[in-house]
């Protein structure tokens, strides 16, 4: 059973430190390419980063580039997100999802989500 589980998540003050984790169960994440998502509330879910299958590679929401880190530990099937430099508007829920292609933005590429972990940026 394909099965991805988020934790990390918390309250942090404004200009700090969160590492989310993506736990996957049930298949290889490495064949896999995990995209991280972000829904704030009374808005859309959108993307925010994505690490591509097998090869090294990512791609980064425009807000995130500089401040958020994606990577693979593949000996543990898990994906991180590292976030530094937080700031309020990053309050959101924090999905990942995963689609046995490549990156993709798109919410419908991906058959496969976590239920999400809480991230609230607050002084």
């Known amino acids: 059973q394909v099965q991805l589980v988020e934790s990390g998540g918390g309250l942090v003050q404004p200009g700090g430190s969160l590492r989310l984790s993506c736990a996957a169960t049930?298949?290889?994440?490495?064949?896999?390419?995990i995209g991280w998502f972000r829904q704030a509330p009374g808005k859309e879910r959108k993307g925010v980063s994505c690490?591509?299958?097998?090869?090294?590679?990512?791609y980064y929401e425009d807000s995130a580039k500089g401040r958020f880190t994606i990577s693979r530990d593949n000996a543990k099937n898990t994906v991180y997100l590292q976030m530094n430099s937080l700031k309020p508007e990053d309050t959101a829920v924090y999905y990942c999802?995963?689609?046995?292609?490549?990156?993709?933005?798109?919410?419908?590429?991906?058959?496969?989500w976590g239920q999400g972990t809480q991230v609230t940026v607050s002084s």
């Open positions: 049930g298949f290889t994440a490495d064949g896999y390419a």
């Open positions: 999802a995963a689609r046995n292609y490549y990156c993709s933005g798109r919410l419908n590429d991906y058959p496969y």
């Open positions: 690490i591509r299958r097998g090869v090294s590679g990512a």
